[in-house]
C-alpha cells in the first residue's frame, strides 16, 4: 500500500527567505507526482506535476524534483512572500488515484 | 482559467438521509474523481471514473457510495444513508486525455463540506 509522508509538519520562516519541502513515497510503483497548495476551507490548487520520467519541473518561484530511486520528492520554493503562506500537499499517482501526504504548513512572516 | 465548481459549499443532513454532492468538472476533461478529508486528516481517493463506468475505487467506497454522470457537465455523488463518521469536506477532481491518467495534472474544486447531525 501506497504511503506519503511529508516533513516538517510545519514550517515558519520570515519572508525572502528560501525553502524546501519534502515528500517520501514507499512505492516505487508510483508514476508521477503533484504538489497542491491549500488555502484553509478551500480546495487544492494543482501547483506542479512531476512526471516518472523527469526529474526536475519548474513554475515560476517553484521548483520540484523527483527522485525515484529514494523515494523522494522535494518542492524548492526561491524568495517566499507571505502570500505563499498555506498547507503544501504532495499526492502520488498509481494508476488514476493519487495518495495524499499529510502537508507542511508554510508560514511566511513579514 | 477554466474551474471545477461545486454545490453546495456546504451540506446539513440528518444521520440516515441521502445525500447528493454535484461537480461541474472542467469542460474538455475526460476523467473524474471524487476525494474526501476528515477533519485533520490526510486527503483520500474515493473514486475514479471514465467513459461512463468506474475505474478505480477504494475501499472507502462501499455500497452507500455511487456516482453518476447524468449528463455532458455534471458529475455526481451519492451516499445512500450517511453515517456520521461521513462527515468531511468532500472534493471533486477532472484531468484531460493523455495515454496516461497519470500524465495530466487533477484539478480540484472548492469542495463541499459535509456534516451529518
Known amino acids: 500500500k501506497q504511503e506519503v509522508t511529508q516533513i516538517p509538519a510545519a514550517l515558519s520562516v520570515p519572508e525572502g527567505e528560501n525553502l524546501v519541502l519534502n515528500c517520501s513515497f514507499t512505492?516505487?510503483?508510483?508514476?508521477?507526482l503533484q504538489w497542491f497548495r491549500q488555502d484553509p476551507g478551500k480546495g487544492l490548487t494543482s501547483l506542479l506535476l512531476?512526471?516518472?520520467?523527469?526529474r526536475e519541473q519548474t513554475s515560476g518561484r517553484l521548483n520540484a524534483s523527483l527522485d525515484k530511486s529514494s523515494g523522494r520528492s522535494t518542492l524548492y520554493i526561491a524568495a517566499s512572500q507571505p502570500g505563499d503562506s498555506a498547507t503544501y500537499l504532495c499526492?502520488?499517482?498509481?494508476?488514476?488515484?493519487?495518495?495524499f501526504g499529510e502537508g507542511t504548513q508554510l508560514t511566511v512572516n513579514p | 482559467e477554466p474551474e471545477v465548481t461545486q454545490t453546495p459549499s456546504h451540506q446539513v443532513t440528518q444521520m440516515g438521509q441521502e445525500v447528493i454532492l454535484r461537480c461541474v468538472p472542467i469542460?474538455?476533461?475526460?476523467?473524474f474523481y471524487w476525494y474526501r478529508q476528515i477533519l485533520g486528516q490526510k486527503v483520500e481517493f474515493l473514486v475514479s471514473?471514465?467513459?461512463?463506468?468506474?475505474?478505480?475505487k477504494s475501499e472507502i467506497f462501499d455500497d452507500q457510495f455511487s456516482v453518476e454522470r447524468p449528463d455532458g457537465s455534471n458529475f455526481t455523488l451519492k451516499i445512500r444513508s450517511t453515517k456520521l463518521e461521513d462527515s468531511a469536506m468532500y472534493f471533486c477532481?477532472?484531468?484531460?486525455?493523455?495515454?496516461?491518467?497519470?500524465?495530466?495534472?487533477?484539478?480540484f474544486g472548492d469542495g463541499t463540506r459535509l456534516s451529518i447531525l
Open positions: 512505492d516505487s510503483a508510483i508514476y508521477n
Open positions: 471514473f471514465y467513459n461512463n463506468e468506474i475505474s478505480e
Open positions: 469542460s474538455n476533461h475526460l476523467y
Open positions: 477532481a477532472s484531468s484531460g486525455a493523455a495515454e496516461w491518467v497519470s500524465n495530466q495534472p487533477q484539478h
Open positions: 499526492a502520488g499517482f498509481s494508476g488514476s488515484r493519487l495518495t
Open positions: 512531476i512526471q516518472s520520467s523527469q
